[in-house]
């Protein structure tokens, strides 16, 4: 394998990936943040914590404008460190990957990474925009989270090594059992601690929009790293010993 | 008479200090954007990065975007 190739497709495809979710979520989510943080702005006006004046408001535009432009340059960073993850299943497993070329190998894996460990541990520990979470839990929160992540994708490889070992008429057992298996981490998992105190049209809506936002960027990873391994094709290292 | 032979080896296996790499690039890239509080910059500015959060303020958007807890 040319390692260098592989390493610049790998970081490029999740690099440009990420950019394109910044960009998603600047276009789609980004109205159902500038909602929320007004609330919670009310709320601080509300209980005393701040006054509404001319200079908070300067205040407000100025880091809204950092957090904005941050959007899409933590979308980039984000995508090429899961890039970077993605990259590293997929060289191991592309060989088994269904599909006759390399972008369709690359999107069934994605699409099986954005099920194991976005949309289960999504369905367990959604989304939340900002007014709805509490500072003092978000070390708990943080935690709960990777922790989940971490047990569904482990859990999917565990089980999949299991299916391997399994005749094809057997096979099924391996789904059920991952099923099972994620089915008792649903319920033994702590719920998020945090009540949802903002309006659920608000939060529903958030939630909607970076499902979206996200499931573009899985998309985009799968297409543009098959794309570039097809084009440039890592693999192809042929060394001639001639005697 | 000499005679000249040549054999071709294909290698397609991926080298683990690449997997190395890219685990180590994925670990930094996540904790940046998902967990840091003013840890990094705590390196160089001391306990005002906690204060000033400014990674957190940076990714502030894309992290309640992505489902990150954040606050």
Redo the contacts between chains.
Sequence with gaps: ?K?AL??AI??AAGCFAGTI??LA?LAI??PY?DEAIGIENQNLFASGEEEDTPQFQVEYDS?RI??????V???A??G???G??F??VF??SR?ILPGNNHVKKALVLSGIMWFTI?LI??LK??????TV?D?DT?VL??IL??SFIAISGFGAVGFYQLLKRLEKRKRFVAFIGYAAFLSTAFLLMPENPDEVTAPMDLVNG?RAM?VV??SIFWISLGVILGALWQKYNP????????? | MSQ????????????I???I???A??????F????D?GHLFSVIMGETAFEESYLH???????????????
């Design positions: 394998m390692t592989f390493i790998v970081l979710h910044g979520n989510v980004e943040l880091y950092w957090q904005k432009g941050g959007q340059l933590a979308g960073i984000l090429t460190s899961i970077a993850l990259g590293i060289a191991l060989k976005y541990p999504f520990y959604p989304a939340n925009p900002p979470g500072a978000v929160r943080a989270y990777l958030f970076s936002a996200v693999d192809k290292q042929i060394q001639t010993k001639t005697y | 000249s032979r040549g054999i071709t080896i294909t290698t397609t296996g991926v080298p200090y690449a997997l790499l890219l685990a690039i994925f670990a930094f890239g996540l940046v954007v998902g967990y509080q303020e940076l990714t502030h958007d894309m992290r309640h975007a992505a489902g990150f807890p954040c606050h």
